[in-house]
């Protein structure tokens, strides 16, 4: 019986580089997370046609990469998932020869990524954040003018969160994200999965799990401007957009976005090609392009992300290249740890709370 590594390896032997390739590149990636140009630009430049797929969870694209026979060149993904896949031969390993335009990146986010993927083999490094909570500043000060803003007890601390509980707070439906930072809320590892951790961590969301409107990953971008939460657990950036978004629709709101004190868990975007990709040198010719200030900067100013780009800092607009939700100062980032996915047995542990947390069992 073939071993998943064994598997990945035979297609990636089977497909020789050095083949001339069909003008053709598939992507998959997360919806509204590109720039409105790029895909036409790149078209427009290497006359190669892009077939563009987009998804919303991030565990569909992992079950897909599993499987096998993707089709896709490119994909997108979180790290802390692709660093399993990166252990059973998923995705080929970069040629940085065909990628001239490495050095324009962040020595401090690849030095990061690569707790999870040494030396930077397998992924390109595309946006960057932390863990959060945007809010609605006068709806939350109105009913709280000394709420601790700082801290996350807005979302944590029960006594506090049902002042909110009438316009509204949501978490993020992801139990690797959220039990992380009720970790650091009360002094312990993010990543613990000690029984006794985890049964107090389930302790406090179960405490306030009668002031939480909904569990969702992507509502807030909406309800939030639209006045349906007033604090929501989000992801950098995501503030941002829900502001644009507000201003598309001619609507006057004061949001801002906090890294609690107790500490953040930090997000890292990465794209990898696939073992099977039928088109690695567009591939690589792709990501490259990525790679150049001019084209990744919009995408940035777009999602209200940081980009792994220094070079495309000066062509940022300051509202995204100064905003310390998007680029916190160096000084604040000491101490911070990227997420972390374990096996499926202990990962089984926070999936198991989370679940009794949502249901309310």
Known sequence: MRTASAFFLIVL???????EEEK????????????????????????????????????????????????????????????????????????????GLWDNLDPWVLEMMAKADPGNTYGVPYMWGTTGFAYNVDRVLERMPDAPLDSAAMLFDPQIAARF?????????????????????????????????????????????????????????????????????????????????????GVDINLAYTVPREGTVLWFDSLVIPADAPHPGNAHLFLNFLMRPEVIAP??????????NLASLPLLDPKVANDPAAYPPMADRAG????????????RQRTRAWSRVKTGL
Request: charged share 20%; glycine share 6%; aromatic share 10%.
């Open 13 to 19: 032997l089977a497909s020789p580089a050095a083949a």
């Open 24 to 99: 053709v590149l598939s992507v998959y990636n997360w919806a509204d997370y590109i720039g409105p140009d790029t895909l036409s630009d790149f078209e427009a430049e290497y006359g190669i046609r892009i077939n563009y797929d987009v998804f919303d969870a991030t565990a569909v694209v992992e079950a897909r990469l599993l499987a096998g026979s993707t089709g896709y060149d490119v994909v997108l993904q979180a790290l802390r998932y692709s660093s399993r896949l990166m252990k059973i031969g998923a995705f080929q390993p970069l040629d940085r020869d065909q990628l």
């Open 165 to 249: 509980a009438d316009c509204g707070i949501s978490l993020l439906d992801e139990s690797t994200t959220v039990i992380p930072l009720v970790m650091l809320y009360l002094g312990y590892d993010p990543h613990s999965v000690d029984p006794r951790q985890l049964e107090q961590a389930e302790a406090v969301l179960k405490s306030v799990r009668p002031y939480i409107r909904y569990f969702s990953s992507s509502r807030m971008i909406n309800d939030l401007p639209n006045g349906e939460v007033c604090v929501a657990m989000s992801w950098s950036g995501d503030y941002a957009q829900a502001q644009a978004r507000a201003e598309e629709a």
């Open 299 to 308: 995408i940035s100013e777009l999602t209200g992300y940081a980009n792994a």
């Open 336 to 347: 911070w740890q990227a997420g972390l996915i374990y096996e499926p047995k202990l990962e």
